[in-house]
């Protein structure tokens, strides 16, 4: 999804691919095969780039630290990339900054771990600090004597092997999940989109809202407070994504008072950024281009003015094996759409594409119900064009 925002900008980019069916080999012309965790193939693939930047955060130490040693210009830099890297680096750098983290212990035994949870409560959540996303990963533990079972005993021999802890977490009582997104040049100007809501389903995000509606402006300002720390203070080039529990007045628990929270960290284009492609002036992926090439940031508001909002709905694999025999019906379902699709397999659970939708008005003073009605609309509208793209349908 960068490439044609590298095509508008006249920026050539060079993919290193593990296969030739990835998704951005299929729009990338000048693409090398190789192994991401291979220093000699990255080595080589390197050479004669102006700056390298990432799509993921799971390159190894060792790759950076060679790209480095070879005089490559990474963006972001592996001093900054780590935190996204590792959970437990991260927490700890949250807490230097003096940010709002949930609750959070490194443990490397069961009785550790139960301690932990009888301190702070049950249940917890348990995560690997290196390798998870979209829900794996992450382990929830209803109570002390989930510490024995097969599923962390194993995770705790894997950490011992690894000879790390396992990051044990506060389940945090969120009201709802928001993104704070904000773009940094190596030269220090940086750039936030709106704060954005963010609906989970099998810790796969379904559907982002942006802006977040009905959110305290206090908490807005703290979301992007947060971020714009984060990334000036870490050192990060081009996009951050800072994932966030929100917890409303009222919903507060003792220990965890109303406020925003950190939760995770993405230096890349984020999927609570997809709705920037057809909704913002600028999209996550021309803005991470402008950003590590040190170029002037572009404008994130939405661009549906001050009433507009932008509905993004994941599409994850399903019954329907091939998205395009229900294009042309996902289509007439809601001509405002705007689907992406990217080349993937369908297989359950898998993103394979989204669809953005801009809800906008051109009545002023716009009463509350009805905006909130527009909304409803429109992410029904958005949610009926996936189920089609998701399920199929017969004669499409």
């Known amino acids: 999804m960068m490439a044609p925002a590298a095509t508008e900008l006249g920026v050539e980019l060079h993919l290193l691919a593990g296969s030739a069916e990835a998704s951005a080999a299929q729009v990338i012309s000048r693409t090398t095969l190789g192994d991401f965790r291979s220093a000699e193939d990255v080595l080589a693939f390197a050479k004669g780039l102006d700056v390298i930047t990432f799509d993921h955060e799971h390159v190894p130490a060792e790759v950076l630290s060679a790209l480095v040693d070879s005089g490559a210009t990474l963006n972001p830099a592996p001093e900054a990339l780590r935190y996204a890297q590792d959970k437990l680096a991260m927490r700890r750098a949250v807490d230097e900054l003096g940010l709002p983290n949930p609750r959070w212990a490194e443990v490397h035994t069961a009785q550790e771990l139960r301690a932990f949870g009888n301190s702070v409560g049950w249940p917890l959540v348990l995560k690997t600090p290196r390798g998870g996303y979209d829900g794996k990963g992450v382990l929830v533990l209803d109570d002390a004597a989930a510490a024995d079972s097969a599923a962390v005993t194993a995770w705790f021999d894997r950490a011992e092997r690894e000879h790390t802890g396992l990051l044990a977490e506060q389940k945090v009582p969120f009201t709802r999940e928001l993104s704070a997104q904000v773009a940094r040049r190596p030269s220090g100007a940086t750039a936030a989109y709106p704060v954005v809501e963010s609906t989970q389903t099998h810790g796969v995000c379904d559907e982002v809202i942006a802006p977040a509606p009905a959110t305290s402006p206090t908490h807005l300002a703290e979301a992007e407070r947060i971020a714009t720390t984060i ?81 993004m709905k994941n599409i994850l694999g399903g019954a329907n094996q091939d998205l395009h025999s229900a294009l042309a019906a996902a289509m007439r379902r809601s001509p405002a759409s705007k689907i992406h699709l990217y080349g993937k397999q369908p297989t359950p659970g898998r993103k394979v594409g989204h669809v953005n939708m801009l809800s906008q008005t051109h009545q002023r003073d716009e009463p509350h119900d009805a905006r909130r009605a527009r909304l409803d609309r429109t992410r029904k509208d958005v949610a009926g064009t996936a189920h089609i793209l998701v399920e199929g349908e017969v004669g499409a």
């Open 231 to 311: 990334a000036e203070r870490l050192g990060v080039t081009g996009m951050l994504a800072v994932e966030l529990f929100e917890i409303a007045e009222g919903d507060g628990v003792a220990g965890t008072p109303p406020g925003v929270y950190v939760n995770e960290l993405a230096m890349r284009p984020h999927n609570s950024g997809h709705w920037t492609m057809d909704g913002s002036v600028t999209s996550q992926f021309e803005q991470h281009l402008r950003a590590v090439l040190d170029l002037p940031l572009g404008a994130t508001a939405v661009t549906g003015g001050p009433g507009g909002y932008v509905v």
